[in-house]
């Protein structure tokens, strides 16, 4: 058998580009089937004898700092303000990065799931808000707008090859800007009470952050120390504390200190004394220990701070965080009303006709109205019927959904109700996007 090193040459050059998209995606496969296990472990969970348990771990009181520096939380929100806030931080590096140099970094390129993303949430939240708008419920109108890129990719890649790359690509786009706008509408529309000193403060931190990016600090622990007190800062502000994440986000260097060429020429100036080097295969010489870390300092000067830190929290945040995440939210006890009776409820119905048909509506109708007006084109090897198979697909919403439903109601009766609403819509648009793509989709 031919070794990796024969068979590399034999590549084609964009094998090289697709290579880093084809590994994220695998990623994010299997955090969806992860998330989708966590989830029905939840329910099974919260509906069991043990249920009490459930319930009873998500309240433990969990103390850190000491004296006036102390903060004490239950556990959930430890989840939801502390972990999903270096998931929101994920989130911030790949919007910077797909603007700065991937779908996003061109207008016209953009333009197709940039329409897709606003189609998607606008009309949803429209639908949600014709449900509920005599309610006290209407609060909720921003649960229906988001999408779950794990969940979504994951049906994607069960079809295999029926599945383009580009209709990957276009659905990941989307549901970064579909992110970007659930940020906003956090932000905005989801905040408490103003604490104007702890804002302040979190403004001071945020721009010496930015500060150290234009003065080039590279270092990772200038922004994750600066990054943890603007994280306290804006949980003590009244705006959600996952914000910060994103924010930080934006102020981590893009830049690389060593461009590709100068790279290469130093590491085969490296590699060309390792070669004349005469230790042993189990030995290693001080000059070859020199040379081994020269490679790897030179190999971090060529690799931006960003992506070196999306690279790192991947797999946290893909198989830890996310599921965690799931685990902590997606319990309902369904004992205490029927399952009919829960979905049939206001908040319910508004969530199910925003994520079922308000996200396929929206997608599709205003990608068609972005390629008709020659503002956009139609992904390669894209047909209408799988572009409006991925826009089902945007029903699936689960993480952000269940993230915003809970900054949405106090009420746990209400909640659960949202959290049936959503578990149901999720189900049904992934059920429905995986039949119509595997229909129309390109015999394997």
Do not use: C
Not at 108 to 131: C, E, K, T
Not at 160 to 170: D, Q, T, Y
Not at 364 to 370: C, G, K, P
């Amino acid at each position: 058998m031919a070794s990796n090193h024969n068979l590399l040459p034999t590549d084609r050059p964009v094998d090289g580009l697709l290579r880093p998209i084809n590994s994220f995606m695998r990623l994010e496969a299997a955090s969806g089937i992860l998330l989708m296990v966590m989830a029905v472990l939840a329910l099974i969970w919260a509906n069991s004898s043990w249920s009490a348990s459930y319930f009873g771990l998500w309240e433990i009181p969990i103390t850190v700092g000491a004296g006036s520096f102390m903060i004490q939380k239950p556990l959930l929100l430890w989840v939801n303000d502390g972990l999903m806030a270096m998931f929101f931080f994920l989130v911030g590096l790949e919007i910077k990065r797909e603007v700065m140099v991937g779908e996003l970094s061109s207008p016209r390129q953009a333009m197709l799931p940039i329409m897709a993303a606003i189609g998607g949430m606008v009309v949803p939240a429209g639908l949600y808000v014709l449900v509920t708008g005599n309610t006290p419920f209407v609060t909720g109108w921003g649960i229906p707008m988001a999408t779950d890129i794990a969940f979504a990719l994951g049906i994607l890649a069960l079809l295999g090859s029926r599945a383009p790359v580009s209709l990957k690509i276009f659905l990941t786009a989307l549901a970064i800007i579909d992110d970007l706008g659930a940020v906003l509408v956090i932000a905005v529309f989801y905040t408490s009470k103003i604490n104007l000193v702890a804002l302040a403060l979190g403004g001071v931190l945020l721009g010496a952050l930015a500060l150290g990016n234009r003065l080039g600090i590279q270092k990772t622990a200038f922004y994750v120390i600066l990054g943890l007190f603007l994280w306290l800062a804006f949980l003590k502000s009244g705006v959600h504390a996952t914000i910060a994440g994103v924010l930080l986000a934006l102020t981590v260097p893009a830049k690389r200190r060593l461009d590709v060429r100068s790279f290469r020429e130093k590491a085969e100036d490296v590699l060309g004394n390792l070669r004349k080097s005469k230790s042993g295969e189990h030995s290693t010489s001080g000059d070859e220990q020199h040379a081994i870390q020269s490679l790897e300092v030179l190999s971090k000067n060529a690799e931006t701070p960003l992506s070196r830190m999306e690279h790192s929290l991947h797999g946290w945040v893909a198989f830890l965080i996310m599921p965690v995440f799931a685990l902590a939210n997606a319990g309902v006890d369904l004992r205490a009303v029927s399952l009919i009776d829960a979905l049939l409820h206001p908040v319910a119905l508004g969530i199910i006709a925003g994520l079922f048909i308000g996200k396929q509506v929206g997608v599709a109708a205003f990608s068609w109205i972005a390629i008709k007006l020659g503002w956009a084109e139609m992904p390669k090897d894209v047909t209408w019927p799988q572009l409006y198979g991925v826009a089902i697909l945007t029903g699936v919403g689960f993480t952000m959904s269940l993230f915003i439903a809970g900054l949405s109601f106090d009420d746990p009766s209400i909640l659960d109700r949202a959290k049936t609403g959503i578990l149901a819509a999720s189900f049904v648009a992934g059920g429905f996007g995986y039949v119509l793509l595997r229909r129309f989709g390109p015999a394997e």
